[in-house]
């Protein structure tokens, strides 16, 4: 167990949808990375919160938006859903040193 | 466009083979390198890592290799076993901005 909690585990909705996810790092951590993981890919980094505020982002459409609260629980929110968007979502934190980070078991992510 | 990539995209050996698996990577201000290994259906989990004032770093049957000259990283797994099969990626860290990972190589071991 990584210490980083995702949910929900599994998240299926219709295409144009919005749906939020949501990431508690581990005890501590105040760095927050979402990353996004499609079939056969590997890791898009999207976006990196240190504190509660933005720090890098990466390959993030504009539908998406990302924020994290007082309490470092960070949300990944995507809107107007496409097909594409399938996949699997994970989130990882690291400590003030911003080094080794740490992966939650990710959300599953399926657009119909 | 990525900057870290890895060479073969699949590896298969046997049981007690040593593997080595390699990766390329573009960015010479790097300084700060991860293995992590993905098994289906979970996140990615931590190997080892190195920073880039070192060029080589030994765990528990692991070792990671560092080429600064040619970018350069590798990852030795002694003895593999079926538990060691799964998707290796190799990350680097940009001035403690973010992980940017490469596409992977999945290790098939057969017994």
């Known amino acids: 167990d990584s210490g980083v909690t995702q949910t929900p585990k599994h998240l299926i909705t219709a295409t144009g949808q919005r749906v939020t996810l949501r990431c508690s790092p581990r005890s501590g951590d105040l760095s927050v990375y979402w990353y996004q993981q499609s079939l056969d890919q590997g890791l898009q980094f999207l976006i990196h919160y240190y504190n509660g505020e933005e720090r890098a982002k990466g390959n993030i459409l504009e539908r998406f938006s990302a924020q994290q609260f007082p309490d470092l629980h960070s949300e990944l929110n995507l809107s107007s859903l496409e097909l594409g968007d399938s996949a699997l979502y994970f989130c990882a934190s690291s400590g003030i040193r911003g080094d080794e980070a740490f992966f939650g078991q990710g959300t599953r992510l399926t657009v119909v | 466009g990525e900057s870290v990539g890895l060479h073969l995209p699949t590896l298969s050996v046997q049981e007690g083979d040593n593997s080595i698996i390699n990766c390329a990577y573009s960015n010479s201000a790097s300084d700060y390198f991860i293995w992590y290994k993905q098994e289906s259906g979970k996140g990615p989990q931590f190997i080892i890592d190195i920073r880039s004032n070192m060029d080589k770093r030994q765990g528990q049957r692991v070792t990671v290799l560092l080429n600064k000259t040619v970018k350069h990283l590798s990852l030795q797994i002694a003895a593999t076993q079926p538990g060691d099969s799964a998707v290796y990626f190799c990350?680097?860290?940009?001035?403690?901005?973010?992980?940017?990972f490469g596409k992977g190589t999945t290790l098939s071991v057969s017994s």
């Open positions: 990350a680097e860290n940009q001035a403690g901005t973010a992980l940017i």
